[in-house]
């Protein structure tokens, strides 16, 4: 079955930028019709959606982040990313990368997260 | 941009008990897009419930949704050890999606 797995520097200094990949094993990213998105959940807080890219390529932000946000997908690798500028201490969280049909289906397969603190 | 509302924030039953929480919308969802999930400590979100009624697949009966337009429902008929978690209810009928706040369920 398909799996998602987060991978990038667990340490970003602030006003840097965090990157972020999402390996998808297990079938194509660019097969079917899906929804690939990142969230993040500040340490004993909920979960923000960041944004998304479909299969297509166009994506969705979140108004509060989408002035920092570039998601984006390497379809030879499998993978995509997620790139935050200007990063601030606010940042620090656990990021997970997930996937929705296209449908009425919700998020049905998320990645294990990956913990990124931001600072000096 | 759909605000969503959980209530109670806290639940503390026992098990064997019936669980109730609730999300509320600032607006209707479109097409019952609303999902709930389970989340235990270091694990990511489950998902339990989409389309606001449908469970998705390998998740008991005894969690059902329920809702339409601004109104939803998350239902454990009989709760297990197992059910204690966070739940997050979210839409994803618009973007951009949200989350609720979440309702922690603890043992009482």
């Known amino acids: 079955q398909v799996q998602l797995q987060e991978s990038g520097p667990g340490l970003v200094k602030p006003s840097q930028t965090l990157s972020l990949t999402c390996t998808v094993s297990?079938?194509?990213?660019?097969?079917?019709?899906?929804?690939w998105s990142w969230i993040r959940q500040p340490a004993g807080k909920g979960l923000e959606w960041i944004g998304r890219?479909?299969?297509?390529?166009?994506?969705n932000y979140n108004p509060s982040l989408k002035s920092r946000v570039t998601i984006s997908v390497d379809t030879s690798k499998n993978q995509f990313s997620l790139k935050l500028s200007s990063v601030t201490a606010a940042d620090t969280a656990v990021y997970y990368c997930?996937?929705?049909?296209?449908?009425?289906?919700?998020?049905?397969?998320w990645g294990q997260g990956t913990t990124v603190t931001v600072s000096s | 941009e759909i605000v969503l509302t959980q209530s109670p924030g806290t639940l503390s039953l026992s098990p064997g008990e019936r669980a109730t929480l609730s999300c509320r919308a600032s607006?209707?969802?479109?097409?019952?897009?609303l999902a709930w999930y389970q989340q235990k400590p270091g694990q990511a979100p489950r998902l339990l419930i989409y389309?606001?009624?449908s469970r998705a697949t390998g998740i008991p009966d005894r969690f059902s949704g329920s809702g339409s337009g601004t109104d939803f429902t998350l239902t454990i008929s009989r709760l297990e050890p197992e059910d204690f978690a966070v739940y997050y209810c979210?839409?994803?009928?618009?973007?951009?999606?949200?989350f609720g706040q979440g309702t922690r369920l603890e043992i009482k």
């Open positions: 997930a996937r929705r049909p296209v449908g009425r289906t919700g998020m049905d397969v």
């Open positions: 297990g079938g194509s990213i660019s097969s079917g019709s899906y929804y």
């Open positions: 890219i479909y299969t297509s390529g166009s994506t």
């Open positions: 607006q209707s969802v479109s097409s019952s897009y």
């Open positions: 389309g606001a009624s």
């Open positions: 979210q839409q994803y009928g618009s973007s951009p999606l949200a």
